[in-house]
């Protein structure tokens, strides 16, 4: 059974970091590409960056460009999001996701497996 389970999510001040980690179980990820999104309360969810499945290409959203990375582990089928400068409208439920192929993946609907999400919450 495919797993995808998120840790790291929590409460911060602004302008602090946190990093969260999304664990992937069930298969081998190494060649899956992966996401992260997230979704505020009464918004739609929204792309917040990708990763190819070797982990050479990234891309975050322009809305944390330049605060947020995303890299990954691959022999630890672990896939992370660094955020720093943390800022009280980053405040969501944020999701990781893998999807059957090997490029950047910026599409909700493209992705396969899905977490259950981890609560980040950044006070002002």
């Known amino acids: 059974q495919v797993q995808l389970v998120e840790s790291g999510g929590g409460l911060v001040q602004a302008g602090g970091s946190l990093r969260l980690s999304c664990a992937a179980s069930?298969?081998?990820?190494?060649?899956?590409?992966r996401g992260w999104f997230r979704q505020a309360p009464g918004k739609e969810r929204e792309f917040v960056a990708a990763?190819?499945?070797?982990?050479?290409?990234?891309y975050v959203a322009d809305s944390v460009k330049g605060r947020f990375t995303i890299f990954r582990d691959n022999a630890r089928n672990t896939v992370y999001l660094q955020m720093n400068s943390l800022k009280a409208e980053d405040t969501a439920v944020y999701y990781c996701a893998a999807a059957r192929d090997y490029g950047l993946i910026l599409t909700e609907g493209l992705y396969d497996y899905w977490g259950q999400g981890t609560q980040v919450t950044v006070s002002s």
């Open positions: 069930g298969r081998p990820f190494s060649s899956y590409a």
């Open positions: 990763i190819s499945s070797s982990g050479g290409s990234t």
